[in-house]
């Protein structure tokens, strides 16, 4: 038996079958006489398909040098950035923008990944450093503020840890703004903000990537860029008879990648085969019907709709939607369906005695640890003062109310003053007979 420190994530992989053509899988529930599909689209794989032309690429870097890239982060940002220049092509473009407190952009606008322009850059890339704090939104802006260019692929590769706290307003900015562009998040470091990569990442209708161990920069970066490359399934769409009786999420369905599935759940009212799945695959159209009616049944698929559900409900937030009708529509949701949200919760109530009431409770020193890979040298003063040991103080005594003021003492404190009050009227009327 190993045991370990829990101070990073957890990541399970795994590899399709090769396939030349996309795969599709589903799972079906019902209930309430409503038809749940769980469904994966797997595309087909690079390997049989690696000398398919490639689509020219205008690619945008956004790369982190705020402080919280100190350490092992920063390495790894600045080799997987050096990576992805040397991979470009000569039909691509490209520039880089740094982010910390304020936002730089190297070139004035998209150059082409000629040699002058990729050594340029990689000589920028190699003297990139950390420092500073994580102001996202105008990197974000930039990156986003222009069309692709006519004829190229528009991808926005963004390095970062993600340590940011307006998370709701960098989303707003990727829904509203993504348009033909598509967002790849690329998490670096042991503790990076998953949920932040992987919102923005399905907002912008890309993926994300975590790597944690700087010695796999070099293996998985060139797996990414080797995939993002090479696109195998674009414009995806579902087709039905009666578009009222089918919501698919997500929506508007991503790019397919080599060895990156489309995972999508479905509602609908009858049990049918007339539902197909259309899109381009490596320029070639393509369509296959979905077999509902022999779907193989499985429970929890109708909570997992819900669940895509309320989220793309969340999404549309973002986009202007009144907070308190979305608020309503998921609350109602998570209750028919018995979900947890932040809108809804559930209460456990533990009745059982844990310790004799007349024994004290110990006092123990809680030492925090950081991510792994992070120094406390190198953390704010902010995160130093947390990361050392605290001390935690419990009540001792559990079964006699506590008044939330010292009251004994405030009443002796008023008779203080009711006697003093007492004793000048006195003293004051006694004056007035004597005069």
Known sequence: EVIVPADKDFELTWTPEPDTAPHVSVFKEEADGEVYLLGMVTPPSLEENIDTPRVPREVIFVIDTSGSMEGTSMPQAK?????????????????????SDDTLAFFDSTVPADRKHVLLALSYASSL?????????????????????????????????GSVGNEAEL?????????????????IGSAPNGYFMRKAAELGRGSFTIIDDIGEVAE???DLFATLEHPMVTDL?????????????????????????????ARMTNDTDAISISGQVLGDNWITSLPVANARSSEGI??????????????????????????????????DFGLLTKHTSMVAIDVTPVRPVEEALATHEITTNLPSGWGYESVSDKAQETAVP??????????????????????????????????????????????
């Open 237 to 265: 769409a579902f087709n039905w008879l009666d578009a009222r009786n089918i919501s698919v999420y997500p929506d508007p369905l991503p790019d397919l990648y080599a060895s990156e599935p489309l995972i999508f759940t």
């Open 171 to 187: 989303f707003k900015v990727v829904s509203s703004s993504i348009g033909n562009s598509r967002l790849f998040a690329i998490g």
């Open 129 to 161: 450093d950390s420092g500073g704090g994580t102001e996202m939104m105008p990197a974000l802006q930039l990156a986003l503020r222009d069309e692709p260019r006519s004829g190229h692929l528009k991808q926005i590769i963004f390095i970062t840890d």
């Open 302 to 335: 109708a909570k997992l709709w819900a669940l895509d559900r309320i989220d793309d409900l969340n999404n549309t937030v973002f986009e202007g939607a009144n907070a308190d009708f979305i608020k309503s529509r998921v609350t109602d949701l998570a209750l």
């Open 390 to 435: 605290i001390t935690v103080q419990k009540i001792v005594s559990l079964n006699v109310p506590q008044g939330a003021t010292l009251a004994h003492l405030f009443i002796i404190s008023g008779l203080i003053a009711l006697f003093a009050g007492v004793a000048i009227i006195f003293v004051r009327r006694k004056t007035r007979l004597a005069a």
């Open 79 to 99: 080799e997987a950035l050096q990576l992805a220049l040397r991979r470009l092509q000569p039909q691509d473009s490209f520039n880089i923008i740094r982010f």
């Open 220 to 222: 998985r970066m060139s």
